[in-house]
């Protein structure tokens, strides 16, 4: 996933959270970014047409805009799921957010043929948990063993 | 919402290491669906899709091989075949391929997928400066000799599906 698709996933549930336009400290805040640098994605993310920024409003998403988001954050829905239950991550939300730029949308595509992914998704996050509302984690998750 | 990280890095052991246990999850991925296709398939598999079938298993097996002493080296357990291989088992119902146009096409996306995994994570570590506990030239010696490999895979599919 790249940076400008981990923009577009975070002003979706920003968006969503905040029942209208995200505003650009709100995206940066979630993003862990300067309120500059978020400024600079979403000039970039406007001139591909994926959103509209509204002065004193904030930021709202094309409906291709809407389009790759929601897929962005199905990608990470996979990235997390995989985590949890096929590695028994206990912290899985964390690693999601690392790996997340690191991991191509066709690798998850490969990773989903072997979780257990409900149809309702992307629907089913929760941006409360960071995570699917539909997860299941194991009772007692096992980290893999350091030697 | 939390907070992420905008980076394409490689920034530590653990996080390099859960990459490397993910190529080793998709390795072991295409060798239980190539196993699986040979059981779906097998009488109606012609020797060409057949040779292909297993040097693909072949080469999974070995790049396998190459990931986990990587992550040996970083002190952190490789998955177990079977457990991805019941995984597999488990969902190959609804992802199955229909017939061998399908079961190339599978393989296609095999190799191509490896191939970009491998691309993203060379290109994530060159432009890390972080600090390895396994020898850094080593690293990216092996997985760029295994992107390679992945690169004349998805060769050699495309030539025998431009042939049919």
Redesign the interface.
Known sequence: MNTADQYLKTIYVVQDSEDGPASTGSIADALGVSPASANEMIGKLEARGLAEHEKYKGVKLTDDGIVRARDALQTYCIIERFLANVLAVEDFQAEARELEAVIDDTVAERLDTIIDRQPECPDCFDPESDACACLEVAAAPVEPEQQ | ????????R??SDD?L???L??GI??EE?VEA?THRHYQQLDAELDAEVETLLADAAEESADHRERLEALV?GL???S?PFG??ES??D??YGR?RPEDFDDVLYDQL??E??AY??YD??IE?IEGSDAAFSIDREELLATLTTIRDEEAEGVREVTEVMERR
């Not at chain 2, 919402?1 to 394409?8: C, D, H, N, T």
């Open positions: 919402m939390v907070a992420v990280s905008v980076s394409q490689v920034a996080q290491a859960r990459l246990q993910i999850v998709l991925v669906r040996e002190g952190v357990d998955v457990e991805i995984l597999v488990a969902r992802t996306c095999n191509e997928t970009k995994f993203d994570l994530a």
